[in-house]
């Protein structure tokens, strides 16, 4: 069953129970312009309390909010309660919500006008704010007065970047010139969503112009860590292809301590830090750096040379090489650090390591082959 069709069956336990509820957001704009739809939310007069009772598999995603994720076969569905928003405090999430009976009032909370329509469960669609108009003009523009919600909710100015990397749509002027004027309350917006909209924003199809757009109204200016990264990425004409990559190219060119302030997982952070000291260090391609830093790194360094430094580009070649290497960790070794210490008679100490890698270099130059009898020999030799 399709996504669509399981949505509709969720929509019609709400309908059967007296409840109006209505598919929104990102799936509805998707639908409107004729695109694959990604997750299906839904709205509802149903208190989050109310959804629970209805259906037997739920999960608490943020009640505080008003939301409830609703299990059905395979498929998700999150639930958020009509509201309207409470007092703002400090340019960010409203520290409470106020539950409302009406669509129409629930809509107006919400940030762009595409994002602000309704999906009911016979198809017609609910447009209280000109959504499908701006959608077919491809604009982005708030609802209700720019000023204020920029005001309420200082994000907003960042999804609309990310919007018009993902969307390739312009920003209405009045809510441009909103953010020229308030773009310094993104200073009280949070690192973590700030990341997740970013991280958005990278993978758009419209990245460069959305660049190109920061720059020209001068937000970029508020993305501390991140302004850097963003303006050699507009002025290479550069797409970094993860995030991890372009992390690696702010740190490369911006602020190089910046990294660990960041809400990251620490794999992200060792996998940065690993590009970095790929690229810092010699950034040659060959087999010893492939096996020191891992495929993956010397292919994400290799890009950022290309994009920045003009080298060419060794993807293909660096997967050619990997898939040579008789070893690709320590792992690999026809020796362990069991076999040392007996060979010499030794206890384990740092001296393990070293000789270990020694040998591993010796393996991946071709120096000597990778089995038992060899290393041994080898390492008779070479005392
Ligand atoms: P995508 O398809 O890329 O996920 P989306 O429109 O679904 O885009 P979400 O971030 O998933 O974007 O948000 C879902 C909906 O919630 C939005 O369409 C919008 O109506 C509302 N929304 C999200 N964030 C905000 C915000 N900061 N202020 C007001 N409304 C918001
Ligand atoms: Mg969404």
């Known amino acids: ?48 309390e109310e959804v629970l009772s209805l ?36 340019y960010r999430w409203p520290d409470h919500v106020e539950y409302v009976d009406s669509f129409e009032e629930d809509v107006k909370r919400r940030d762009f006008t595409m994002n602000a329509l309704g999906l009911a469960i016979d198809g017609t669609l609910v447009d209280y ?22 005001k309420e909710d200082a994000l907003r100015m960042l999804r609309a970047f990310r919007f018009v990397s993902k969307l390739d749509f312009t920003i209405h002027p009045d809510t441009l010139q909103a953010i020229r004027t308030l773009g310094h309350l993104m200073e009280n917006i949070s690192q973590e969503r700030i990341i997740e909209e970013l991280k958005q924003m990278l993978e758009g199809q419209a990245f460069l112009k959305a660049l190109k757009l920061m720059k020209e109204t001068s937000f970029i200016k508020q993305l501390g860590f991140f302004e850097a ?6 002025d290479k004409s550069y797409q970094p292809a993860t995030f991890a990559e372009f992390l690696a190219v ?28 790929f690229y810092r260090d010699c950034g040659k391609v060959h087999p010893w750096s492939l096996f020191t830093y891992g495929r993956d790194v010397v292919i994400t360094g290799n890009r950022i040379q290309h994009f920045i430094d003009g080298n060419p580009l060794l993807t293909d ?17 026809a020796v362990d650090g069991h076999d040392l210490m007996s060979w010499f008679d030794r206890k384990g100490g740092p001296w393990l390591n070293e000789l270990l890698h020694r040998i591993a270099k010796a393996v991946i130059t071709g120096e000597v082959k990778n089995e038992t009898d060899q290393i041994r020999h080898f390492l008779l030799k070479n005392k």
């Open 1 to 48: 069953m399709k996504q669509l069709e399981a949505a509709k069956e969720v929509m019609q336990v709400f309908i059967d129970h007296g409840y109006d509820v209505y598919i929104v957001g990102g799936f509805v704009r998707d639908y409107v312009m004729g695109r694959e739809g990604g997750d299906i939310d839904l709205a509802s007069n149903a208190t989050p």
């Open 55 to 90: 259906f037997p598999q739920t999960v608490l995603t943020g009640v505080k909010h008003g939301t409830v994720s609703i299990l059905w076969g395979p498929y998700v569905f999150e639930v958020t309660t009509f509201r309207k928003e409470g007092t703002y405090r400090d």
């Open 129 to 150: 704010v000109g959504g499908v108009a701006d959608i077919q003009k491809r604009i982005i523009r708030t609802v209700g007065n720019p000023y204020e919600r920029m």
């Open 229 to 234: 990264g963003l303006a050699l990425c507009l």
């Open 250 to 277: 702010c740190t490369l060119f911006g602020d190089s301590k910046g990294l660990k302030q960041l809400p990251l997982a620490k794999k992200l952070v060792q996998y940065v830090r690993r590009v970095v000291a």
């Open 317 to 333: 070649d660096i997967n050619r090489l990997w898939s040579t290497l008789p070893i690709k960790s320590l792992k690999d070794l």
